[in-house]
Structures are given as C-alpha cells and as structure tokens.
C-alpha cells in the first residue's frame, strides 16, 4: 500500500477567500486537494471551472490538485484543466464516449488519469484499462453535493477494487469520495482506499489540523 492521503474537498471551503483558505488547509496537514467540477448536467449543480484553478496557482498554491470532473463532455475540458495546473483528472465513464482516448488524452497533457464510479456504476468499465488508470475513484454518495451520507455498499465495492489493483500489480491509487468523515475513516482504509476526499468533515471546522491529525490518528490505528 502506499501512502495514505487526505484530499480536502474545496466544494465545503470558504470561497469568497479560497486562496487563503486552501493555502491554511494544506499549512494544516492537508496532502492535496479535490477539486469538485460539475456542470449542471452531468450533475445537478453547478461550480468552478479550469480559471479558479489557473487562479489558485497565481495566487501561490503548489499543492497537488485533483480535479474531479462530473461534466459531460469532458474533452474540452480535459485540455483546459491541464493547462490551468491539474495535477490529476479524474472522470465518470458514463460522460465520456470513448474512455481510453479520454484516459490517453488526460495522460498525453502530462497528468494523472483516473475514472470515477458512482455507487451504483458497475466496475466493468475497468476490464481492458487497468493500465491506463492511475486513479480509481468510488463514489460513496452520488455526486452533485457535498455534505451527503456515505453508502455502506461501497465497503464491498472498495474490497473489490482494491483485489483488482493488488492482482494487477500497478501502483493505482484508490480514492474515495463522498460523506468521510473520523468516525468512518478507518473502516473505509481497512476495506482498501489510500486516497480519502473530504469536504464537510473538514472545511465545516473551526480547526483544520485537529479534523486532519484525528484522521491520520484513526488510519495509524
Ligand atoms: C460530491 C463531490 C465531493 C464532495 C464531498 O459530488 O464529488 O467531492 O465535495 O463532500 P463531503 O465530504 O462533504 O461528502
Ligand atoms: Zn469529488
């Protein structure tokens, strides 16, 4: 297994002072952060495009971003993220016609590539590329909004995944999204996921550092 990671999703952060914000999350023990894009389409609501991460660049962030696309069609926007400072892309196979050339694209504008599956999404969409994936992304509630619940069935889902990408020997990270909060965090590490997204759990804190430090304490257990 690799490291673990906490990924603090702005989609809960303060955004009239994003900028400080993201920069006092990552100075609280943050690894990275998740960058929740959705398009009123794909998802029913709407927040931020490839300028407000051109934007936390300028203003100074270096950390690693993982922009989360729950938009269709993601081509477009696949180049547009990777110029503004992605640093991983991850996408849902439904909203992509052609998946493998999306995969490529995302790898061929110099990021990490991962696809993201909703609960109620089947894993078959893995079957022929495991080796261009560097990111498996569960959904643990479906996408559109933070703040939700997390889905109990992801446990068996993430035993899952985790076999496959054992079996297959490739260092793929396998990230979980939605609803991760101290209180489930260690279960979820136990069924597989290195990657952890966290919105409300950690923006709607006074304290950052103690939300992350109870974290990593329940995933040192
Ligand atoms: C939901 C987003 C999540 C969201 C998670 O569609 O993909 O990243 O911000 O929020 P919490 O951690 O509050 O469930
Ligand atoms: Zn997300």
């Known amino acids: 297994m690799q490291p673990y990671l906490i990924a603090p999703s702005i ?8 900028g400080q914000d993201v920069e006092n999350v990552i100075n609280c023990g943050a690894d990275l952060i998740h960058f929740d894009v959705m398009d009123n389409h794909y998802v029913p ?102 703040g939700q619940s997390f889905i109990p069935a992801t446990f068996e889902k993430l035993k899952q995944v985790r076999q496959r990408i054992d079996a297959s020997g490739l260092p793929i990270r396998l990230e979980v999204d939605g609803g991760v909060k101290v209180n489930n965090i260690a279960q979820i590490a136990k069924a597989g996921a290195d990657m952890f997204v966290a919105g409300s759990a950690i923006f709607d804190q006074p304290d950052y550092r103690k939300v992350i430090d109870e974290m990593r304490a329940e995933l040192a257990k």
């Open 11 to 18: 989609l809960s952060a303060d955004l009239a002072r994003l």
């Open 45 to 146: 609501n709407l927040t931020f495009g490839a300028p407000i991460c051109q934007s936390l660049r300028d203003y100074g962030i270096n950390c690693p971003i993982d922009v989360h696309l729950m938009a269709s069609p993601v081509e477009r926007l696949i180049t547009d993220f990777a110029k503004a400072g992605a640093t991983s892309i991850t996408f849902h196979p439904e909203a992509s016609v052609h998946i493998d050339r999306t995969l490529q694209l995302i790898k061929d504008n110099g990021c990490q590539a991962g696809l993201v599956f909703n609960p109620a999404t089947p894993l078959n969409y893995l079957d022929y590329v495991m080796d261009k994936v560097d990111i498996i992304l569960l959904m643990s509630v479906n996408p559109g909004f933070g």
